[in-house]
């Protein structure tokens, strides 16, 4: 499906979601230096645990609201909240007044406010487009994130360490815009029924806990609890893009010489290392994920997410043994082949394990991979404090271990089931 045949609240919402992330991308990656810097280690992770339960739990909620109050709606005041969060943390950071503390309490309400407005996003993109081209369309949005994934991190390299004030101030004006194009240019995209459907006995906390009620589908469905938990211990590494990996970088690297011809030398700084290493990352996802992710299908599924936990494992023990950028710049390139090596093939195992008339609520399930191991991930950074980072990187490889050893387990038990289900 081609952009120009798309609806219209589509493609503007295309162009500011895409300026609004690359926006965001200039200061997330660099929000743990922040807070470890003002707070110490051990106390920057507890509050990125805080924060992030936070967004947990406004995501619960974030599909009710837009199925009860419309998705423009929704998005429109995620938006507005957000720009006002980042107004705040403009504040926090201005010339006449300095509040790190006050700063996590801005980073945290927008936080909740970007957990109210992806799944009305989401909804939207389902509501317009047909199922035949909705692959194509989320495909779209997804490489749009990661060219933000690409230049963000370069730019906030620049910006956030010196310009923090204006950078925040920009990151509101942006918001307030897109929020703006949202009242503009897009219609209220809810299904009719979803309107007619009376929810005014539920209140958002019980519709929050009926959520919760519903992954108890991972405790009756043994297959699908071993793979929610493999998914959980691998997120232990691949979440630490945003949160061990910069206070390690910035750690061990302070001003270092990356490229030296005759009298020239290039050097580099701990923060602009790490915008680098986040863009890698970035342009390997845009470049390679159709490449890889077809390479992929042509090996045994267990065999795949086993490789990729064990890559993982690799890139953890890699970086903690080496603090020379070009080794670092290695062990990113590891990290990113074990992303994209199972980016396809986990949806489409889920489809296979979820019976039909319960597809909807594994996928909702499954997300409980990213969730709890978002909320756990933090932890890394006061390990650094208690164990040092070689072995905070050993213990996260370890893990990454244990979930190769999980998924090649759950696959095993998964070919005697298929096995005896074919016989039976």
């Given at each position: ?35 470890a ?12 645990i ?33 720009g ?53 369309v ?13 230049l ?8 956030f ?39 005014k ?46 206070v ?27 915008g ?47 603090e ?45 991979r ?39 387990y ?15």
């Amino acid at each position: 499906m081609r952009i120009r045949d798309w609806d219209q609240s589509l493609k503007v919402r295309l162009l500011g979601e895409g300026i609004m992330n690359v926006t965001f991308w200039m200061f997330f990656p660099f929000l743990a230096i922040y807070f470890a810097d003002a707070f110490g280690k051990g106390t920057a992770g507890l509050l990125l645990i805080l924060s992030q339960i936070f967004s947990v739990m406004a995501n619960l909620i974030g599909g009710y609201c837009a199925d009860r109050f419309g998705r423009r709606y929704m998005m429109i005041l995620a938006a507005i909240g957000q720009g006002l969060s980042f107004l705040l943390f403009a504040f926090a950071n201005s010339p006449s007044y300095q509040s790190a503390l006050l700063g996590f309490v801005a980073f945290s309400i927008a936080s909740v406010f970007g957990s109210l407005y992806w799944p009305a996003s989401q909804a939207m993109i389902a509501d317009v487009v047909e199922e035949k081209d909705r692959s194509d369309v989320f495909a779209v949005f997804y490489t749009s994130i990661n060219i933000a994934v690409v230049l963000g991190p370069i730019l906030g390299g620049i910006f956030f360490f010196s310009y923090r004030f204006e950078l925040m101030l920009f990151a509101a004006l942006v918001c307030f815009t897109l929020a703006f194009i949202l009242f503009k240019w897009t219609e209220e995209t809810v299904p009719v029924s979803n309107k007619e459907h009376s929810l005014k006995g539920d209140t958002w906390f019980s519709v929050m806990l009926a959520q919760v009620k519903d992954y108890r589908v991972i405790a009756s469905d043994k297959l699908f609890m071993l793979f929610v938990i493999a998914g959980i211990l691998s997120a232990q590494t691949f979440m630490q893009l945003d949160l061990l990996i910069p206070v390690y970088t910035m750690e061990v690297i302070d001003v270092q010489s990356i490229m030296a011809i005759g009298d020239w030398d290039l050097t580099i700084t701990g923060e602009k290392a790490f915008g680098l290493l986040i863009s890698e990352n970035g342009l390997l996802v845009a470049l390679l994920t159709v490449v890889i992710s077809k390479w992929a299908t042509r090996f045994k599924e267990k065999n795949i997410f086993a490789l990729s936990s064990i890559l993982y494992a690799l890139s953890m023990w890699m970086f903690g043994l080496t603090e020379w950028f070009w080794g670092l710049v290695i062990a990113m390139g590891v990290f990113t082949f074990g992303e994209l090596m199972i980016v396809g093939l986990q949806q489409s195992f889920i489809s296979k394990l979820a019976p039909e008339d319960m597809r909807g609520q594994y996928f909702a399930a499954a997300s409980l991979r990213y969730t709890l191991g978002r909320t756990i991930a933090p932890i890394s950074i006061p390990m650094t404090v208690w164990f040092g980072f070689l072995w905070t990187f050993t213990i996260l490889a370890l893990l990454a271990l244990v979930s190769a050893g999980v998924y090649y387990y759950m696959f095993i038990k998964y070919e005697q089931q298929q096995m005896s289900q074919s016989i039976g």
